[in-house]
């Protein structure tokens, strides 16, 4: 499903910067060294081409094939307090599953934020020292809001998953569709619109509003699949922790254990929900899938760049711009 010819770096570069090579998601030198470390559409290491949701996917996946090593060492800045506060909730306070949900809910944010920056970085020839885990000013401004934005979205799957009154439950769902939904969509590519703000000045922000407004069906539709399919690899996933647990290390986590016999029936669901033997793998999991979905969303903001904003077209003319200054 990968596109045969996502590879623009060929195209239009002047003579004093020689071609780079290495892929699609290589980095190529600065067309321009006195602009430094900033974003600049010239620099882009992807195609900017119109793209569907399978696309999406397939550059997402290529992503994190490719940058393994940094999503996996800030999986682990993650991971590992979630996974502690996972067993130590469960383990004193007999929380469950919905109490790790939250924990993953909210480390999500600073993580997508980091993300979305490398993958910025990567995707337009920013600063990439330091991998991903790198909390600078344009991060740190992220967080407060997005923290505020996670706070109020929060609240009606809140209501439903924590019920004192089938009233409050039947707010919770409606709260569920407004503001949750609501929210997150129109505030899903708030980091993509902050971090990548250099690529265009001109009313930046109002721009992208009005795009994610006439997006909205789509975005949806996106959200949803993007959702079931991480939804998808995660399953799978803790299937093979799980099974990779028993085989190599004699620690089944849950299949083996009620193949065996040693959870029975009636008990199968509790113990999957609150024992702390499958929530710490389940946080693990959901946060080594998150960053595959992140991607896909970050690549879904940049096909609605190319396709209402041409993006494509700007890249053409300033590699071509950028030819004839080299020739004067």
Not at 127 to 155: E, H, K, N, T, Y
Not at 238 to 255: E, M
């Amino acid at each position: 499903m990968v596109e045969g010819n996502e590879n623009v770096n060929d195209a239009g570069h002047p003579p004093s910067t020689p071609p780079w090579k290495g892929g699609e998601l290589s980095h190529p030198p600065p067309a321009r060294p006195e602009t430094g470390a900033g974003f600049r559409i010239e620099r882009a290491t992807i195609s900017l081409a119109p793209r569907t949701l399978s696309h999406c996917l397939d550059l997402a996946a290529m992503f994190y094939g490719r940058r393994l090593r940094d999503i996996l060492r800030l999986w682990a800045c993650f991971a590992v307090p979630c996974c502690l506060a996972a067993w130590w909730l469960a383990a004193r306070w007999q929380l469950d599953v919905r109490t790790v949900l939250g924990l993953v809910y909210f480390a999500s944010l600073p993580m997508g934020v980091l993300l979305v920056a490398g993958a910025a970085a990567s995707s337009f020839g920013g600063d990439q020292r330091g991998g991903f885990v790198r909390f600078d000013r344009r991060v740190l401004r992220l967080l407060g809001p997005g923290m505020f934005r996670r706070l109020v979205i929060a609240v009606g799957p809140a209501l439903v998953l924590f019920p004192a009154h089938w009233s409050l439950v039947l707010l919770g769902l409606a709260a569920c569709l407004f503001p949750s939904a609501w929210l997150l969509v129109r505030t899903g590519f708030a980091a993509e619109e902050s971090l990548l703000a250099e690529l265009d000045h001109r009313h930046h922000g109002r721009r992208v509003r009005e795009l994610v407004r006439g997006e909205t069906a789509d975005l949806c539709v996106r959200g949803v699949m993007l959702l079931a399919f991480c939804l998808l690899v995660g399953v799978v996933l803790f299937l093979t922790v799980d099974g990779a647990s028993g085989q190599f290390f004699q620690f089944p986590i849950f299949v083996e254990r009620v193949t065996d016999g040693e959870i029975l029936g009636d008990e199968a669901a509790a113990y999957l929900f609150t024992s702390p033997r499958t929530l710490v793998p389940l946080a693990a999991v959901i946060l080594l899938v998150y960053p595959l979905g992140r991607l896909a969303w970050f690549f879904c903001y940049i096909d609605i760049r190319v396709r209402r904003d041409c993006w494509d077209v700007e890249l053409l003319m300033t590699r071509e711009a950028l030819r004839l200054e080299g020739q004067s």
